[in-house]
């Protein structure tokens, strides 16, 4: 089937055959467009910045929002403004191979040649300004990750001589804890860090191995990370009657009398113990920060 003005198809034309032309209309020189393209491209790049900004800056959604979508699409307008004058309108006829024939080898698909080296300086333009809306959408993405973790995921605020505090700031002494009794603990001056976050409680038991005896205060003083270590939910609950801390989410159960190792539930891993041990002024105190990572585990 031929177009109006198309020779027939000739069935033995060669299918390597260059592609005829019957007509072909130079677009002209267009300033209107050359401006069109650069106040397009110019604005996504505005917006770009302004999306990034306001994202960054805690603004409204409405704000950046509408800031990305309008420069998406004068991003795409300048585009295709540029391109309608770098190529002719045309009307040409492409030779096919015969049906049933083994198809040539890198057969070209078209052949329509763009206009001569026109506007270096929209195309330069046009890519730095797609360069600079990259970046702009690039940014608070990245920048909303944080900094790098680097050793925060395996120590805490617990250091030798810091004490054990309430959440109200209130140093604890060894004798403030009944038998059976349990408390939540902060290292002084770290109130509300949760990764430091201890239980601590008087065992009703004598502490069994894998406890370490050395970071009991007598009488069965023991303090555990309260960082539940399936999915870090705080395990705050403890039933005397059977010796057991409790994480209320999956229902984890943890042994204190013997390291806190997991009885029941998901939880794989003890809860790390806190080194414990007295100061001068009677007061509990950390002898050094957990020797085992809080939390679930990451490696």
Known sequence: MTSPGQPPHDPDADPKAELRVIAAETPPDSTLNDSFVVLSAGGAAVLAVVFAVALLAGGPLPLYGGALAAGLLLLAVAVRRYFTDRFPDVEAVEPRAIPGAEAAENEPLADVAPVGPRRTFLKRFLLAAGAVFGVGIAVPPIASLGPAPRST?????????????????????????????????WPEGAVGEERAAVVLLRLSDPPRPPTVAAWVVAPGLVAYSKVCTHAGCPVALYRERDNALFCPCHQSTFDPSRGAVPTFGPAARALPQLPLGVDADGFLVALGDFQAPVGPAFD
Not at 170 to 179: G, H, L, T, Y
């Open 153 to 185: 995921l395996r120590t805490t605020a617990w250091r030798e001589g810091r004490r054990l505090v309430t959440t109200d700031g209130v140093p604890v002494r060894a004798a403030d804890i009944a038998e059976g009794g349990l408390a939540s603990l």
